[in-house]
């Protein structure tokens, strides 16, 4: 049985800090890392990838991509990040198959270490049902079980 999570992905915006225009080069560096590190993170052969969400496109860089993947088994765990994993997950109020679990603690893990390596921007994992795990930045996650129902997550002290 698979499982279906959508991963949003921004990526690093520095070129705005620095008063460079979304074509220009530091957004496609920034476009081509975030690809680069997505298609390092899918390369588990439990994430097929059903839609890369422009991920990959060659005519313009997005600032957000949505990559929608399949969760067909458990992952080959990189242990990254993985008590900060944990602990957003504990405040789940729905139940994960072990297997989903695993899944979503090694993508948030991963995902957590390229974004604090600033190789991509924020992120979020989404469930079909809505529910959302963002990390709006590298201390904070977020889980959003409902419309106004939205639990902080000091994930500052886990570094791996």
């Given amino acids: 049985m698979t499982s279906q999570v959508t991963l949003t992905v921004y990526r690093n915006l520095d070129n705005r800090l620095k008063g460079e225009p979304d074509n220009g080069q530091l957004a496609w560096t920034a476009h081509r890392d975030r690809l680069d590190v997505l298609r390092d993170i899918l390369s588990d052969?439990?994430?097929?990838?059903?839609?890369?969400?422009?991920?990959?496109?060659t005519a313009t860089t997005h600032e957000v991509v949505d990559v929608v993947i399949?969760?067909?088994?458990?992952?080959?765990?990189?242990?990254?990040?993985?008590?900060?994993?944990?602990?957003?997950?504990?405040?789940?109020?729905?139940?994960?198959?072990?297997?989903?679990?695993?899944?979503?603690?090694?993508?948030?893990?991963?995902?957590?270490?390229?974004?604090?390596?600033?190789?991509?921007?924020?992120f979020a994992i989404t469930f079909p049902d809505g529910v959302a795990i963002t990390c709006p930045s590298v201390t904070t996650a977020e889980v959003r079980v409902g419309p106004n129902q939205v639990h902080a997550v000091d994930i500052e002290r886990f570094h791996n």
């Fill in 45 to 57: 052969d439990a994430f097929p990838v059903s839609a890369w969400g422009g991920a990959n496109d």
């Fill in 70 to 122: 399949d969760i067909v088994k458990d992952p080959t765990s990189h242990g990254v990040a993985l008590a900060a994993a944990t602990l957003v997950l504990k405040i789940l109020t729905k139940p994960l198959e072990d297997r989903i679990e695993r899944a979503v603690q090694e993508l948030f893990g991963r995902l957590l270490m390229a974004f604090r390596k600033q190789m991509i921007g924020n």
